[in-house]
């Protein structure tokens, strides 16, 4: 839309992880060279974690691109399985025939076929994205598979990738044996203010111009409190930037009018939950309606991550149907339908509070994209990928 007024090439904030606009940070080169260690020597356990939007899947694609030898990949993205329907998934993407087999027989074909691999020179690896929603007993049959083994060397290396509460599910008693197996651990750091200016740079160099915004003094300082240096959430605040300023025919921003902008899409309490401690208590009925406006800004956050990652599994569904098995597409059906049901109860509330706000007489707060058609149209062209 704006990509012929700004001389870019293609649109440099996109949410899809693209490992072209990995933008090396610390963080990231660092947990680059672990990998590429882990890998090399072979490590029978990888854990990779970060916060939502951090660039995870980015970097474990980066990383796959890299030359480090022969390879073949099982990647798990449904983690919510029992452990027969996890074997058969991991089985399905080694390419081996799943149907009519109970758990033992694929346990079996799947040890088979990794001292196949090893004696061609090949080295299995599987990769299991979202795993801080697997169970302490599917974590265990995980670690049950790096016992596939030979005196020398594991057959099968695991990358295990997931969020931050990943790691405290790691530290239960239970857990212990896969935690003493995890040799390479790396946590992805959100950007500082100063890498935050770079990543923006940097994407629009990729893009094609480095120089395609005039950025005023204290703009990437206030857009990192805003995003907290999270990348996903830059890229949805720079997109809507660079969208503004389409719209006002302008190729700048300063601080006054990114301010502007943050209050218009009331970023903070889109994408970030309220802080308890800070809620404004002088009244019950006062109490009441904040922690109504928290529920549904709380609400509304986890919906649009959820949007937007669902959008990513379905474009993984619509390149590889053909493995999709009945259940993988069962239980993204039942997660659709509990988004609908979640949509429902938001409108709900969002109509009761704009009821209560008309009755003490108080002009609606009127959101951007029902002001302005042209934000409107890109907001919904972002996030729901149509009008």
């Avoid at 929603?133 to 020398?152: A, G, I, K």
């Avoid at 098995?325 to 069962?330: E, F, K, T």
């Avoid at 997660?335 to 509330?349: C, F, I, N, S, Y």
Wanted: glycine share 6%; hydrophobic share 40%.
């Amino acid at each position: 839309m704006y990509n012929e007024f700004f001389h870019l090439r293609t649109k440099p904030f996109e949410l899809l992880p693209d490992p072209d606009f990995l933008y090396p940070s610390k963080a990231h080169r660092k947990a680059l060279a672990y990998f590429e260690y882990g890998l090399s020597e072979r490590s029978g356990f990888i854990l990779l974690t970060g916060e939502v939007g951090s660039g995870k899947t980015t970097l474990i694609r980066e990383m796959l691109k890299r030359d480090l030898g022969r390879m073949v990949l099982s990647k798990v993205f449904n983690t919510r399985v029992d452990s027969t329907q996890l074997v058969a998934m991991i089985n399905d993407d080694f390419g081996l025939e799943t149907a009519g087999r109970d758990k033992m027989v694929m346990l079996r074909d799947l040890n088979d076929f990794l001292i196949d691999q090893y004696a061609a020179g090949r080295r299995a690896v599987l990769v299991i994205d979202e795993a801080q929603n697997l169970s302490q007993e599917l974590l265990e049959e995980v670690r049950m598979l790096s016992n596939l083994e030979t005196d020398s060397a594991k057959l099968l290396q695991i990358i295990l990738v997931g969020q931050p509460e990943l790691r405290d599910l790691l530290r239960s008693p239970a857990l212990v044996q896969l935690r003493q197996r995890i040799q390479v651990h790396c946590h992805i750091a959100p950007l500082s203010q100063e890498e935050l200016r770079e990543y923006v740079l940097f994407r629009l160099e990729r893009a094609g111009n480095r120089d395609a915004m005039e950025w005023g003094e204290g703009v990437f300082g206030l857009m990192h409190e805003a995003t907290r240096g999270i990348p996903r959430l830059v890229n949805i605040l720079c997109d809507y930037v660079l969208l503004d300023a389409y719209a006002a025919g302008r190729r700048s921003i300063n601080s006054a009018e990114l301010q502007d902008l943050l209050a218009e899409l009331d970023f903070e309490r889109q994408f970030w939950p309220v802080d308890e401690t800070s809620a404004p208590a002088p009244a019950a009925e006062q109490q009441r309606r904040t922690a109504v406006r928290r529920d549904a800004s709380s609400v509304a956050r986890r919906m649009m991550l959820m949007l937007q990652d669902l959008g990513q599994r379905l474009d993984v569904l619509e390149r590889g149907y053909e493995k999709s098995g009945p259940d993988m597409l069962a239980d993204m059906a039942e997660r659709l339908g509990a988004l609908e049901k979640r949509v429902t109860v938001l409108a709900g509330r969002v109509e009761s509070l704009h009821a209560e706000r008309m009755q003490r007489g108080a002009a609606p707060q009127v959101q951007p994209y029902r002001q302005k058609p042209e934000r409107r149209k890109g907001w919904f062209r972002r996030v729901f990928g149509g009008d």
